[in-house]
């Protein structure tokens, strides 16, 4: 039998939140879907594996990509 390894929680959600913000901005020029990319993913990780902090990373990545991309539309259009 495998033993489940013990997961920290703070290091669950700052990996999650730092890959949400990664897949997020790696899709957004791509498609408007981009925002269901880290849903999708938070809730598969949530559902398979039950590691609801890195799941709620992913989940908070989406106000910081949507944040940055403001002000990289924001920086290119007052310019």
Do not use: Y
Not at 27 to 47: D, K, Q, T, Y
């Amino acid at each position: 039998m495998v033993t489940p390894t013990k997961h920290q929680p703070i290091a669950d959600f700052f990996l999650g939140l730092i890959l949400g913000i990664i897949s997020l901005l790696s899709v957004l020029f791509l498609s408007l879907f981009a925002v269901l990319v880290p849903i999708v993913i938070g809730i598969l990780v949530w559902v398979q594996t039950g590691r609801k902090f890195f799941a709620l990373g992913f989940f908070l990545s989406l106000p910081i990509a949507i944040f940055i991309l403001f002000l990289i539309c924001g920086a290119m259009t007052f310019n």
